[in-house]
C-alpha cells in the first residue's frame, strides 16, 4: 500500500519560518527533515522526495543527508525506539548488560523491531549522559538514565500502558551537596 | 604543583535557583556585561582583554579564544557567522548540556559579546540532535532574550543587530568537527573541509566565520566582568579559569564539577567524587574524552588537569570528561570498544580513516577473541602510525591515539590475550 505524504498548511508555515534562519535553500533540509519525521515517524524514500519537493532541491541530496546522520529512520522503525548507550563509560557502568537484558525481554536483537510494530532496539554510540550511565534514549526523545533492570521492566510496561518517562533533571553536585567542596 | 581549589565556588553555573530563567538571571547581574561593552567598549577592546586573558578553547584544541576571533578578516559589509559547537559527542563528555539547563543566558550573552567584538551578523547554535530536551531549553532562553531586546535589531538601544538560532544535529559524532559543523548547518553530510582556507577567511557559506565551544562562549561575561587579570588568577597559570570537569566511570559519585583548570587528578577523584567504587584500585584513567591517551593508575601522581601537566604526563586536556577505570576493568575491551565507535563514526572520506578504523577494530575482535597473536600488537601500533596526520581532519588521529597508547603503556593486558608468533624451531 502506498501512502501520500503530504505537508499541512500549519507545517508549511513552519518551514517558511525555517528557511527564514538560512541565507541560501539547501540548508534548511536537516531541520526540515526533523520536522517531517516528527510528523511521519520516519523519512523513507517518499518522504525524502517531499522534503525535496517542498525545499525545491534534488530528492538525491536528501538522500544523501538521511543516510549520513543516524538519527534520520530512512525506513520504519517500532514506535518506540529504545537507543542504549554502549560507548565506554556506559560500557563499564552496565549497558551492555541492560541491552541484553531489554533484548531477552522483547524477543528481538538489537536492530530489529517486535513484530507488533510497537518496539525497536539499537545499540548506539555515546549520548552525552556519562555521568548517569548505564543509560537509553527513548525515541530521539527522553533520556532515561541510572538503569537498572528493574527500572527497565517499569519502563516497558509504562510504555505498553502509553505512558512515556517524564524528563529527570539531574541536580548539579555542587548546589546539592555543602559539605563536597568544603571538607576534606 | 596542583592550584587551591576547595574554596571555589563556582561561576559558571552558580548556586542560584532557576538561573535559567531570565528574570533570575537578570536580578544577578545579567546581560550587564553586555550593556557596558555595547555603550562603553570598542570591538577590539573586547578582542584584547579576551585575548588577554587566555580563555583556552573547551572543546578540545585549548586555543586561545581571543587569538581565534582575532584572526577574523575586517569587515566588507556582508554577512559573518559565529557557529558555537554544542555538538558534544565526545565518548565521557557532558558538560555543555549543564549550559544548557542551569546558565543558558550567560552562554547568550557571551556569544553577542563576541558577536559585537567581530562584527557578527548571526549565530547558529549547533547542538546535537540526542539533545532534544536541552535543544528546547536553549530554544526558549533564546526567545526570552529576543522579547527583552537582547537579541535581534538594535540590541539594547546600540544600533548592533545580531540573530541567534539553534541548530539540531542527527547524531553524527564528526559533526563536532568544526568544518563538518559548518557543512552540516549548510544542509549536508557532514565531510570535513581542506583547510586553508581557514573558517575566519571562507567558513559558513563561505563567509568568515568563527567556531567556539558553548563553554568558551560561556566564560566571555565572566572576563568582561572581573577583567583579564582575575580571570588568569583562577587555576593553572598557562590554562586558567574555572572549567567543567564531566567526570564518569568507576567512581562513587560520578557527574560534572565546575573547578578551577590544575586540579590534581588525585584530588578530583578522592574528594570530590568521594573516591572509587569498592576501593578498588584505578587501572586507567581518560583525562579528556575517549580520544585523548589513557594514563595508568600508576602514573597519576603529581599530574594535574591542564595542558602543561597532562602534556608532560603524556596526554591532552580535550574536553576535560574524564574517564576513570577500576584495577578490574579489561583494557583490550575497553579499546575495542572505542574503536568500534571511531569506526562507526568514521565519515569515510578518507582512506586511512575510512579503513585504518576498520582494521584496528578487526584486530583487536582478533585479540579480544582470544586468536591473537604477539605480531598483532606490532600490526595494532603500525596502522596508528600510517593514520595519524594523514587525513583531512583529526578524527584518524582521536582513533588512533587511544590505540597506540593503550598498546604501549597497557602491553601486559594485551600480551596476556595473545599467543606467541615465534615458535622454537627445535
Same mark, same amino acid.
Given at each position: 500500500?502506498?501512502e ?6 500549519e507545517d ?8 527564514? +534562519?538560512?541565507?541560501?535553500k ?10 517531517a519525521?516528527?510528523?511521519f515517524?520516519?523519512v523513507?524514500?517518499?518522504?525524502q522526495q ?6 525545491d532541491?534534488?530528492?538525491a ?7 549520513f ?7 520504519r ?11 565506554l563509560?556506559?560500557q ?5 548488560d541492560?541491552?541484553?537484558?531489554l ?6 536483537k538489537?536492530?530489529?523491531t517486535?513484530e507488533?510494530g510497537?518496539f525497536s ?7 552525552g549522559a556519562?555521568g548517569?550511565a ?5 525515541t ?6 541510572h ?11 509504562d510504555?505498553k500502558?502509553?505512558k ?6 539531574i541536580?548539579f553536585p555542587q548546589?546539592q551537596?555543602e559539605s563536597?567542596? +568544603?571538607?576534606g | 604543583? &596542583?592550584v ?7 561561576v ?21 556585561q553586555?550593556?557596558?561593552v555595547?555603550k562603553?567598549?570598542?570591538p577590539?577592546k573586547?578582542?584584547?582583554e ?20 582575532s ?11 559565529i557557529?558555537?559547537?554544542g555538538?558534544?559527542s ?7 548540556r549543564?549550559?544548557?539547563e542551569?546558565n543558558?543566558h550567560?552562554f547568550i550573552e557571551g556569544a553577542t ?7 557578527i551578523?548571526?549565530?547558529y547554535?549547533?547542538i546535537r540532535?540526542?539533545?532534544k530536551?536541552?535543544?528546547d ?7 526570552d532574550?529576543y522579547?527583552?531586546?537582547?537579541l535581534?535589531k538594535?540590541?539594547m538601544?546600540?544600533?548592533y543587530? $545580531?540573530?541567534?538560532y539553534?541548530?539540531?544535529?542527527a547524531?553524527a ?5 568544526e ?8 544542509g549536508?553530510r557532514?565531510y570535513p573541509?581542506?583547510k586553508p ?5 571562507k567558513g559558513?557559506?563561505g ?5 567556539n565551544n558553548?563553554?568558551?562562549l &560561556?566564560?566571555v561575561?565572566l572576563?568582561?566582568?572581573n577583567?583579564a587579570d582575575w ?7 598557562n590554562?586558567p579559569?574555572p572549567?567543567?570537569y564531566g567526570?564518569?566511570g ?17 584530588d578530583l577523584?578522592?574528594e570530590v567524587c568521594?573516591?572509587m567504587?569498592g ?5 586507567a ?18 599530574v594535574?588537569m591542564?595542558a ?5 604526563a603524556?596526554s591532552?586536556m580535550?574536553?576535560?570528561g $574524564?574517564?576513570?577505570m577500576?584495577e578490574d ?18 565519515c569515510?572520506q ?16 582478533k585479540i ?6 604477539m605480531?598483532?600488537l ?12 594523514r587525513t583531512i581532519?583529526?578524527?584518524a588521529?582521536?582513533?588512533?591515539w ?8 597497557f602491553?601486559?593486558d594485551?600480551?596476556k590475550?595473545?599467543?606467541n608468533?615465534?615458535?622454537?624451531l627445535?
Amino acid at each position: 500500500m502506498k501512502e501520500n505524504y503530504e505537508f499541512s498548511k500549519e507545517d508549511l508555515a513552519e518551514i517558511e519560518k525555517i528557511k527564514a +534562519k538560512y541565507p541560501d535553500k539547501k540548508s534548511p533540509v536537516m531541520p526540515v527533515l526533523w520536522l517531517a519525521q516528527q510528523k511521519f515517524g520516519h523519512v523513507e524514500p517518499e518522504v525524502q522526495q517531499l522534503v525535496a519537493k517542498t525545499l525545491d532541491i534534488p530528492a538525491a541530496h536528501v538522500y544523501g543527508v538521511v543516510s549520513f546522520y543516524t538519527q534520520y529512520y530512512g525506513e520504519r522503525k517500532g514506535k518506540f525506539v529504545f537507543d542504549v548507550c554502549t560507548t565506554l563509560t556506559c560500557q563499564l557502568c552496565g549497558g551492555y548488560d541492560i541491552l541484553h537484558h531489554l533484548e531477552d525481554k522483547l524477543g528481538i536483537k538489537a536492530g530489529e523491531t517486535t513484530e507488533d510494530g510497537m518496539f525497536s532496539i539499537q545499540s548506539v554510540e555515546c549520548l552525552g549522559a556519562c555521568g548517569y550511565a548505564p543509560m537509553m534514549q527513548i525515541t530521539n526523545g527522553v533520556y532515561c538514565n541510572h538503569l537498572t533492570t528493574e527500572k527497565v521492566d517499569k519502563i516497558v510496561d509504562d510504555l505498553k500502558a502509553g505512558k512515556m518517562p517524564e524528563f529527570e533533571q539531574i541536580p548539579f553536585p555542587q548546589h546539592q551537596d555543602e559539605s563536597n567542596n +568544603k571538607e576534606g | 604543583m &596542583a592550584v587551591e581549589w576547595r574554596n571555589f565556588e563556582p561561576v559558571l553555573i552558580p548556586k542560584i535557583p532557576n538561573l535559567h530563567k531570565i528574570e533570575v538571571f537578570e536580578k544577578n547581574g545579567g546581560y550587564q556585561q553586555l550593556a557596558k561593552v555595547l555603550k562603553e567598549w570598542t570591538p577590539e577592546k573586547v578582542v584584547d582583554e579576551v585575548k588577554a586573558a587566555n580563555i583556552r578553547g573547551r572543546g578540545g584544541a585549548g586555543f586561545n579564544a581571543g587569538l581565534k576571533w582575532s584572526f577574523m578578516p575586517k569587515p566588507d559589509g556582508k554577512p559573518r557567522y559565529i557557529a558555537a559547537n554544542g555538538d558534544e559527542s565526545e565518548p565521557g563528555t557532558f558538560k555543555d548540556r549543564q549550559i544548557f539547563e542551569y546558565n543558558p543566558h550567560l552562554f547568550i550573552e557571551g556569544a553577542t559579546i563576541a558577536g559585537f567584538a567581530m562584527h557578527i551578523d548571526a549565530v547558529y547554535v549547533y547542538i546535537r540532535g540526542e539533545y532534544k530536551d536541552w535543544i528546547d531549553m536553549m530554544q526558549k532562553a533564546i526567545d526570552d532574550a529576543y522579547a527583552k531586546g537582547y537579541l535581534g535589531k538594535n540590541i539594547m538601544g546600540s544600533g548592533y543587530d $545580531m540573530d541567534m538560532y539553534v541548530h539540531s544535529g542527527a547524531g553524527a559524532y564528526i559533526c563536532g568537527e568544526e568544518s563538518s559543523l559548518m557543512e552540516s548547518l549548510e544542509g549536508k553530510r557532514g565531510y570535513p573541509r581542506v583547510k586553508p582556507p581557514f573558517p575566519a577567511q571562507k567558513g559558513l557559506w563561505g563567509r568568515p566565520t568563527t567556531i567556539n565551544n558553548i563553554e568558551t562562549l &560561556a566564560n566571555v561575561p565572566l572576563v568582561i566582568k572581573n577583567g583579564a587579570d582575575w580571570y588568569k588568577s583562577i587555576g593553572a597559570e598557562n590554562h586558567p579559569g574555572p572549567v567543567l570537569y564531566g567526570i564518569s566511570g568507576h567512581i562513587n559519585k560520578p557527574g560534572v564539577y565546575e573547578y578551577p583548570t590544575g586540579m590534581s587528578i588525585h584530588d578530583l577523584i578522592y574528594e570530590v567524587c568521594g573516591g572509587m567504587r569498592g576501593g578498588k584500585k584505578i587501572k586507567a584513567v581518560i583525562p579528556g574524552g575517549s580520544s585523548t591517551p589513557p594514563l595508568r593508575g600508576d602514573q597519576l601522581e603529581g599530574v594535574c588537569m591542564d595542558a602543561d601537566s597532562l602534556r608532560t604526563a603524556g596526554s591532552m586536556m580535550g574536553t576535560a570528561g $574524564m574517564i576513570i577505570m577500576d584495577e578490574d576493568t579489561d583494557i583490550v575491551d575497553v579499546v575495542w570498544r572505542i574503536s568500534h565507535f571511531y569506526h562507526h563514526e568514521s565519515c569515510g572520506q578518507c582512506t586511512p580513516c575510512r579503513d585504518g578504523t576498520g582494521f584496528l577494530e578487526k584486530t583487536l575482535i582478533k585479540i579480544k577473541d582470544g586468536h591473537g597473536e604477539m605480531r598483532d600488537l606490532d600490526l595494532l601500533l603500525d596502522l596508528c602510525t600510517q593514520m595519524e596526520g594523514r587525513t583531512i581532519c583529526a578524527l584518524a588521529d582521536a582513533a588512533a591515539w587511544p590505540v597506540r597508547y593503550a598498546v604501549t603503556r597497557f602491553r601486559e593486558d594485551f600480551e596476556k590475550k595473545v599467543k606467541n608468533t615465534v615458535y622454537a624451531l627445535a
